[in-house]
C-alpha cells in the first residue's frame, strides 16, 4: 500500500477512479 496523508479517503482521487465511486477504489487499493 502507498503511504498517503489520512485525507486519501477524504478527497484524494485516483486517476482510475475517474467517473467511479471512491468507496470502489478505495476497496480495491485496500
Known sequence: ???????????IIYPESDGKPMADNTRQFR
Request: zero cysteines; hydrophobic letters at 25%; charged letters at 20%.
Open 1 to 11: 500500500m502507498i503511504a498517503q496523508p489520512q485525507t486519501d479517503t477524504t478527497e
